[in-house]
């Protein structure tokens, strides 16, 4: 079994910032793109940002420069910084791990529960 646990989210004004974070447990041998995706109510979940096991990103159009996802490969965990937010930025984060298992081999993705972003103006 795989888990992942997401922390760090909140309600923040205008401006402000939160961490998110993402740890991924359980009988994984490897994982490659980790990522942060978001959603609200009536629309599609959408990427926010992914990173790659050597570090490559990628980046939502409306995020970038404001957003930061990085990752301890030890840890297995990917955190999201979130700078300058905007009411628009209001959403629940969902983490996502492309994991790699190794008895019984398998490969496949990975969500977390989930955390729910506020950005009042």
């Known amino acids: 079994q795989v888990q992942l646990v997401e922390s760090g989210g909140g309600l923040v004004q205008t401006g402000g910032s939160l961490r998110l974070s993402c740890a991924a447990s359980?009988?994984?041998?490897?994982?490659?793109?980790m990522g942060w995706y978001r959603q609200v109510p009536g629309k599609q979940r959408e990427l926010v940002a992914d990173?790659?096991?050597?570090?490559?990103?990628n980046y939502l159009d409306s995020v970038k420069g404001r957003f930061t996802v990085s990752r301890d490969n030890v840890k297995n965990t990917v955190y999201l910084q979130m700078n300058s937010l905007k009411p628009e930025d209001t959403a629940v984060y969902y983490c996502k791990a492309d994991v790699i298992r190794l008895i019984p081999w398998s490969r496949g993705d990975y969500w977390g529960q989930g955390t729910q972003v506020t950005v009042s103006s």
């Open positions: 990173i790659t096991s050597d570090g490559t990103t």
């Open positions: 359980g009988s994984i041998f490897n994982i490659n793109d």
